[in-house]
């Protein structure tokens, strides 16, 4: 699942949603396709986006947010696409995958024989292989206390949804073209894994090594055994690191490996705090092949000046935070209004490594002030006068299951605030919580001071822990509370370990039920839709029985462009807008 801001496509999980972003100048350009060889393809083409990049590699915890996942949709090769529809589209342009049996499950991916990464060098499978070992978790031998410290062994790759599938060691074709996965268990989301993120002759350099060497370390190092742990392998070590951290930035690296390509556009400049700058990979012979000469993605967090920017010409597209009033600036500028439900939305979760919230009777007191439906009604029904609080963990509206789930998952304990039960259950006590979000976001700012004096009415201080920088503060657990959104890929049920499972590194509330935990890893391996179903009701239920925390509604959606961009359509997936950037024409 991805932060809204993020996010996660190996295995496709959630993203968080980030909020909004400063607007400053700086920058530099590398060498990617100069003015003169873009202008022979057909014009720039300039969107806003509400969150500035801050890492090319959106699968770290740190680095799971929505912008960084759009960068690397557009710029590192996809197995396969989904469709408008949420259905998977297998992605003839970088190869083929196929499974090759169910007992136990095989599955095959095959490259392309002319894939070629941006710098020239031939895609095979060293490439697989690394993007395997990243996802697999393959070599891990560590032994996490309940905080996530590693305390015995070795954790290689840090994703963000942690490992939810387990193989044996893909077997390599003789033309080192393709690679077998033998899972050791049915895999309910086999045909969601893109087993490809970053190229192995790149990361082999920065760990110190030759590509072979760093193929040859994964082919030969033993699987990993907690019970057992061996030395860790220094070559897949030094690799994980630099994938852990290496890919971080806040501005344009001065190391071009860094900006090496597989997709159809590749990153040629970025302006901190303005923009960044995308030119087609002169590499990728693929059918996603954009139809302009020039991608800006300008970083505009206020939605006022989205709205104006896109009035005043400067911007050819826009996905800003939506809202009533700027629903009615766009359609009084005549502007292309494309809306509809995200598949995201906004939540309120309890830190379970927080001292205030060990007692139960505390966290479901909290719980009990939260004014849902008064932040439902002041962020989104101006926007959709049909909406509802949500009432699940789990389940979107209109998802199958979710009435189903709502009707008995205890949600309903939450329906209205209640001073006065809150009260009891705090027995005099006058706990401090302290919330972090998101600063820079004006509805995340609104639900804070709503359940901020709320809260009050019952004798809970509320502090306030918001900042700028909310999503590099997640992971460290110093709040009592946050709030923001997930945004989930739209398929699959990877986001279900990522956020539930113990020591998961996308379980940044440090949420620790083991009925809850064990459940969302079966789902995984769960190939009966029924069974499916049942088991993440049963998820739902265990969080509210928790008080794990509340969710608030689901996020409304919202593109505009003016009237020289044609081909943008709604998708309310992690890619957001520029989901079909191959369909624009300008």
């Not at 032994?143 to 490992?163: H, P, R």
């Not at 030094?238 to 930035?249: H, P």
Request: net charge negative; hydrophobic share 35%.
């Amino acid at each position: 699942m991805k932060i809204t801001g993020k996010r996660l496509r190996p295995l496709v999980g959630a993203i968080a949603l980030v909020g909004a972003a400063t607007v400053v100048l700086s920058g530099c350009t590398t060498s990617g396709a100069t003015d003169n060889e873009t202008s022979k393809t057909g014009g720039n083409v300039t969107i806003a986006q509400v969150n500035e990049v801050s890492s090319f590699n959106y699968n770290t915890p740190q680095g799971n947010l929505d912008t960084n996942g759009m960068v690397n949709y557009l710029t590192q090769p996809q197995f396969f696409t989904l469709d408008d529809q949420y259905k998977i589209v297998h992605n003839s342009d970088l190869g083929s995958y196929k499974k090759l049996s169910d007992n136990p499950l095989k599955v095959e991916y095959t490259l392309n024989d002319d894939d070629k990464w941006s710098d020239g060098t031939a895609m095979t499978a060293d490439d697989l292989l690394l993007g395997w070992a990243q996802a697999s978790g393959y070599y891990d031998s560590a032994t996490l206390n309940d905080a996530g410290e590693v305390t015995k062994g070795t954790q290689y790759f840090s994703t963000a949804a942690g490992a939810p599938f387990s193989t044996n060691l893909p077997t390599v074709s003789n033309d080192n073209h393709t690679i077998t996965y033998t899972y050791d268990e049915p895999y309910v989301d086999w045909e969601l894994v893109n087993p490809i993120q970053f190229p192995a002759h790149i990361v082999a350099k920065k760990a110190g090594v030759s590509t072979e060497d760093l193929t040859k370390a994964i082919l030969d190092t033993p699987k990993g055994d907690t019970a057992k742990p061996a030395s860790p392998n220094k070559t897949i070590l030094a690799a994980a690191k630099f994938i852990n951290t290496g890919y971080d930035a806040t501005s344009l690296p001065s190391d071009k490996d860094l900006l090496v390509s597989g997709g159809p556009l590749q990153v040629s400049a970025w302006t901190p705090k303005q923009s960044m700058t995308f030119v087609p990979n002169k590499e990728y012979k693929g059918d996603h092949t954009v139809k302009f000469s020039k991608l800006v993605m300008r970083f505009i967090g206020d939605a006022n000046a989205q709205v104006t920017a896109l009035q005043n010409g400067e911007v050819d597209a826009i996905q800003p935070q939506p809202s009533a009033d700027t629903v009615k600036a766009l359609k009084a500028a005549n502007s292309t209004v494309i809306d509809g439900s995200q598949v995201a939305y906004d939540h309120l979760d309890l830190n379970f490594g927080s001292s205030v919230f060990k007692d139960e009777n505390v966290r479901k007191a909290f719980l009990l002030t939260i004014p849902r439906e008064d932040i439902l009604k002041s962020i989104v029904t101006p926007i959709n006068s049909s909406a509802k609080v949500l009432d699940s963990q789990v389940f979107l509206p209109g998802q199958e299951g979710y009435e189903e789930s709502v009707s008995k998952n205890g949600s309903s304990d939450y329906d209205k605030v209640d001073i006065a039960q809150a009260k009891k259950l705090l027995n005099g006590a006058t706990p401090t919580v302290k919330i972090l979000y998101n600063t820079l976001n004006p509805n995340r700012v609104d639900s804070f001071q709503a359940i901020q004096a709320s809260a009050a009415k019952a004798g809970i201080k509320v502090t306030d822990g918001g900042s700028p920088k909310w999503s590099e503060l997640l992971a460290g657990g110093d709040y009592d509370a946050s709030i923001f959104g997930w945004v989930n890929p739209g398929a699959g049920n990877a986001a279900l370990p990522q956020l539930f499972e113990t020591n998961n590194s996308g379980n940044y509330n440090k949420y620790n039920d083991k009925t809850v935990s064990d459940l969302a890893v079966k789902t995984q391996t769960t190939l009966d839709a029924d069974q499916l179903l049942t088991e993440k009701e049963q998820i739902d239920a265990g969080t509210f029985a928790d008080a794990y925390g509340l969710p608030l509604f689901q996020t409304p959606g919202l593109f505009a462009t003016n009237s020289n961009l044609k081909g943008v359509k709604f998708f309310g997936g992690q890619t957001g807008i520029v989901w079909n950037i191959w369909d624009w024409t300008k």
